[in-house]
């Protein structure tokens, strides 16, 4: 349960990045941060995907 909840607080929180912070960017600085947020995003989902894969872990599902 504590899984999905982080996963839809990062969700909430990266629509929020996308649609109001981001929109208030102009040209160079709005491609530098998108690129640093989806190499970040790649980041989080990398150590995820690796501690979900521990033998010995039950399932969150």
Not at 4 to 19: P, T
Not at 29 to 57: M, N
């Amino acid at each position: 349960m504590a899984t999905v909840a982080g996963l839809a607080m990062i969700g909430a929180a990266v629509a929020k990045l996308f649609l109001f912070d981001l929109a208030a960017l102009d040209g160079v600085v709005r491609v530098a941060a998108f690129l640093v947020v989806g190499v970040i995003l790649l980041g989080v989902g990398a150590v995820y995907a690796a501690r979900s894969d521990r033998p010995g872990r039950r399932p969150a599902a």
